[in-house]
């Protein structure tokens, strides 16, 4: 099973941005990829999701036109580039890969997902 391990977490103030990037231990090329984050008190959230080819990007309304999904399949890397940060941003960001390898799109359900990294803090100041 693929590993993945989410780095660029970060303190940064309110209208900033922050690129956060999920490595795998081994090649992921054939799996959706994608990122939730969840605050304290709250439950796990989606925030992005692309296709295996980079495709399809879906995006929560809440961050719709601020953050962008891409993906690297040659190094085995996703990225979340994050612009206009606000407070409500604030929380740990997890990478996810979808369950089904080969899916033919990104898809925004939770229970989609059976592999995830460890998180990263993103901590937005106002």
């Known amino acids: 099973q693929v590993q993945l391990v989410e780095s660029g977490g970060g303190l940064v103030q309110a209208g900033g941005s922050l690129r956060l990037s999920c490595a795998a231990s081994?090649?992921?090329?054939?799996?959706?990829m994608a990122w939730f984050r969840q605050a304290p008190g709250k439950e796990r959230e989606f925030v992005a999701a692309?296709?295996?080819?980079?495709?399809?990007?879906v995006y929560a309304d809440s961050v719709k036109g601020r953050f962008t999904i891409s993906r690297d399949n040659a190094n085995n890397r996703v990225y979340l580039q994050m612009t206009s940060l606000k407070p409500e941003d604030t929380a740990v960001y997890y990478c996810?890969?979808?369950?089904?390898?080969?899916?033919?799109?990104?898809?925004?359900?939770?229970?989609?997902?059976?592999?995830w990294g460890q998180g990263t803090q993103v901590t937005v100041s106002s």
């Open positions: 996810a890969a979808d369950r089904n390898p080969w899916a033919a799109s990104a898809t925004n359900s939770l229970n989609e997902y059976d592999t």
């Open positions: 081994r090649t992921f090329r054939q799996y959706t």
């Open positions: 692309v296709t295996r080819n980079g495709g399809g990007p």
